[in-house]
């Protein structure tokens, strides 16, 4: 296998399932400052990890901006960035998100004292589509157990060793 490239922005200690999967497969990890997602093998293919589907949601409407050019980067340096979303919801496909609805506790969590729209499953699945046909990026949903396996699959998938 290749190296695998872990982004310095990803925190130590708050991803220990995946790392101990890595560790237990051979993977040898290097952490070094990536220009888009979380875990990369060199040049090919970029994986992105989002703790949940609330992070999904984060990136496509408050933080937007930042993560459309972040799309934009990936693309011009030829980079496949797959967006992997893990979850407890059973979201496992695009069409599970679009059936996606948060729970009235995660929105009062959320929302607080303030006036946020409750997040709808079909319009994050519209803007990851709109994503995708701009960008080229791509979306996979897991649950934070199969994380792990399932970077290292994707980042095989575009030519690892």
């Known amino acids: 296998m290749g190296a695998l490239i872990e ?44 703790r949940d589907i609330h992070e999904l949601a984060m990136d496509l409407y408050r933080d937007h901006a930042r993560f459309r050019e972040e799309c934009k980067t990936a693309q011009k340096i030829g980079t496949q960035l797959v967006i992997l979303v893990e979850n407890t919801d059973g979201v496992r496909c695009m069409n599970d998100l679009a059936n996606w609805a948060e729970s009235e506790q995660a929105f009062r969590v959320r929302n607080g004292n303030g006036n946020a729209k409750r997040y709808k499953g079909l319009s994050l699945a519209r803007m990851c589509e709109t994503m995708h046909k701009k960008y080229g990026v791509l979306f996979g949903f897991c649950t934070p157990q199969e994380a792990g396996k399932k970077i290292i699959d994707i980042l095989n998938a575009y030519g690892g060793d």
Do not use: M, S, W
């Not at 101990?20 to 070094?32: I, K, M, S, T, W």
């Not at 997602?37 to 992105?48: M, N």
């Open 7 to 50: 982004d310095t922005r990803q925190q130590r200690g708050k991803h220990d399932i995946k790392a101990a999967y890595f560790e237990q497969n051979g993977e040898c990890v290097h952490r070094c400052a990536l220009p888009v997602g979380d875990y990369q093998r060199p040049a090919k293919v970029a994986v992105d990890t989002k």
